[in-house]
């Protein structure tokens, strides 16, 4: 018989499968050929093959619903910052409290010991022991996620009662104890400065919701006193004003002043949030806790994380919008405290101008001020780094008068000459004899540059500071050989990826220094965050490059250029991440050849100047529609740090 002959019983049992086959109707799921079966098999994962499992009658589970976008009115938004959940965190938009530094966009808690001893005032915490100042308090606080702080002074031990607060249930009254001089005094809160923010510290305080406890309160009110006052443990009859920012673990934490007499006034009152969404949930927090869409925007940290007033097209109720797009309270702005990175809210026009009636300038001497307190860290932690402010002394007084003409009739290519010792943070890399490249002093013993423009040969380049004529020094010029060059790992050459480097000057033999002491020295400060200059602010480029006739500069060159969004449009492909555009696309103004790893500074409100960008690479010069493209050299922060240190890199987070 040949094998491709079937028996009758073979064939009658085939034909028997094909009938039953056909019969179920489960198979209609299945697919109708096997290039149909074959296709499917492909795209599916290869996963084990599930055990079969008993039948069951109960329901296939529905498809998970497609959440619904964000909420916005004509305050919040866009929806591409909404959908990044920023929050008070988020260093890249907003300042770190002085207990924290800002490492890779996140705001980081310091140890203790990194806070400054020096003018501020020491405080008892709850576990009985001393810190030197609230800075430390609160670096501990951050550490532990705990409340840490009970009062200032000297005063502290086992026998020195505590700091504590709680909510009534049935009221939602807040009390608190304030201890002072080692006695001390319960008091209720006064309703006058009351907000969400504090009313979230006090829910956190109060953990009356496990696993809630950082979403906050869920509403806060003011209650009269005399509503409450009849009840069988007799309430204290004076209040104090509580004012916080929303990050306190405690309410010790806050600013604390103006205890008086209640009288038939009204006292503070918190509901704390629990499971249950309220009525109006316009908006999701980062926390998931749920606010109203008109709590968003206001300056107050509704959330109690903050990110209803980190993406904000404008602001609510007298709030005061930072150019990143954040809300700061009104009391924020004009108190000597910068709130917004690039400085708009102290600005003196805001500090001569901003009415302040709501404010408490002058705390009543029983207490301390905790914002004072914060301020005078600040300013001892800003003070161990200068940079970004040049010496005026050394400024010819018409270079106001100068820039203004300059930036509305001269073109960069070819560029307008800079006065002797203006730009003082330009230096000039020299190979070889030769100067075709260079860089910007950022303090220390460090330079930024170009990648394309240095070789891993410290020994073939020579750093030149105060030099005005390329190759004619000043009496204010200095050289200084190099130690170290550092190129981006990542650096490529062929498309000017991560085109920056890093050039580490020789120290002086048995000396701490690289650079001699020099008026005609400064430096320019790093930027950390990629949100500090917005598209069309206008900056400044500096170099010894090609003029517009195309033969290089003699002296120094600087003229302004605007910050360009969107220039990817030009470059197509060849535009990459770190990269961005300045100049217009007029073509009217650009930087050119030879002005290679030279610097592209920005001055925020405040004057302080910024090593925005740096020189890289361009389609000709020029060129009308194709602006210059430097490298960025705030998404290079954290590589920066990693090599300088911190005290090298910026003047607010370190």
């Not at 500096?542 to 060159?557: D, F, H, I, P, Q």
Request: net charge neutral.
């Amino acid at each position: 018989m040949s094998t491709r002959r079937i028996s009758s019983s073979l064939l009658l049992l085939f034909l028997l499968i094909l009938c039953s086959g056909a019969s179920n109707p489960a198979d209609k799921e299945e697919p109708s050929s096997i290039g149909q079966q074959m296709n499917q098999e492909h795209l599916k994962p290869r996963l084990p093959k599930p055990r079969p499992s008993p039948v069951t009658t109960s329901p296939a589970p529905a498809a998970p619903a497609t959440p619904a976008p964000p909420q916005t009115d004509e305050f919040l938004g866009p929806l591409e910052c909404l959908d990044k959940k920023l929050t008070r965190a988020s260093c890249g938009r907003v300042f770190c409290s002085p207990w924290q530094r800002c490492i890779d966009g996140v705001c980081s808690c310091k140890p203790p010991y990194m806070c400054p001893r020096d003018g501020v005032k020491a405080v008892c915490t709850r576990n009985h022991k001393r810190y030197l100042s609230y800075c430390q308090a609160m670096a501990m606080s951050c550490t532990t996620k705990k409340a840490v702080l009970s009062h200032f002074g000297e005063v502290c031990g086992e026998s020195v009662k505590k700091f504590s607060s709680s909510i009534d249930k049935q009221t939602g009254v807040v009390k608190l104890f304030l201890p002072d001089d080692g006695v001390g005094e319960e008091l209720l809160v006064c309703h006058g400065q009351w907000n969400m923010a504090a009313a979230n510290v006090a829910c956190r305080e109060e953990h009356n919701h496990p696993g809630l406890e950082s979403m906050g309160a869920a509403s806060a009110f003011a209650v009269n006193y005399s509503q409450i006052s009849g009840g069988a443990e007799p309430l204290p009859r004076r209040c104090v004003n509580v004012r916080c920012q929303g990050f306190e673990f405690s309410l010790a934490e806050c600013e604390i002043y103006n205890r008086v007499d209640i009288g038939d006034g009204a006292v503070a009152a918190a509901r704390c949030y629990d499971s249950r969404p309220p009525e109006d949930c316009g908006f999701t927090c980062a926390n998931d806790k749920c606010v109203s869409l008109n709590q968003t925007c206001d300056g107050v940290d509704d959330c109690g994380d903050r990110s209803d007033e980190m993406c904000c097209k404008k602001c609510r109720n007298r709030a005061f919008r930072c150019n990143t797009g954040v809300c700061v309270h009104p009391d924020a702005v004009g108190d000597h405290q910068l709130d917004c990175l690039g400085g708009e809210d102290e600005t003196p026009k805001h500090l001569n101008t901003i009415a302040r009636t709501t404010k408490q300038e002058a705390e009543p001497p029983e207490y301390v001020s905790r914002r004072n307190e914060t301020k005078t860290t600040r300013h001892l932690l800003e003070s161990n780094l200068v940079c970004g402010i040049p010496n005026m002394d050394l400024v010819d007084e018409t270079e106001e008068h100068v820039r203004g003409r300059i930036s509305r009739k001269k073109r960069v290519v070819g560029g307008v000459e800079a006065k002797p010792t203006q730009i003082q943070w330009q230096v000039a890399l020299q190979e070889h004899g030769r100067i075709d490249c260079g860089g910007a002093y950022v303090g220390g013993c460090w330079v930024i540059t170009a990648a394309h423009c240095v070789r891993r040969n410290p020994a073939a380049f020579k750093v030149k500071f105060s030099l005005w004529k390329k190759y004619a020094p000043q009496g204010s010029t200095d050289i200084v050989p190099v130690e170290e060059i550092i190129i981006h790992p990542n650096y490529n050459p062929a498309t000017y990826e991560n085109d920056i480097a890093l050039v580490k000057l020789k120290k002086y033999p048995y000396r701490d220094y690289c650079v001699e002491e020099n008026p005609a020295i400064r430096a320019v400060c790093v930027p950390w965050s990629i949100e500090l200059f917005q598209p069309n602010y206008t900056c400044s480029i500096s170099g010894w490059g090609r003029t517009k006739t195309g033969k290089s500069a003699e002296v120094l060159l600087w003229a302004n250029v605007s910050l360009i969004e969107g220039c990817q449009s030009s470059y197509k492909h060849r535009f990459k991440a770190g990269m961005m555009c300045a100049g217009d696309l007029d073509g009217n103004v650009d930087s050119c050849q030879g002005d290679s790893g030279g610097p592209l500074v920005c001055q925020d409100q405040l004057g302080v100047s910024y090593l925005w960008g740096i020189v890289s690479w361009g389609d000709k010069c020029g060129k009308r529609g194709y602006p210059g493209v430097y490298t960025q050299v705030a998404y290079f922060f954290e590589w920066i740090r990693s090599h300088t240190g911190w005290p090298a890199v910026t003047k607010f987070n370190s």
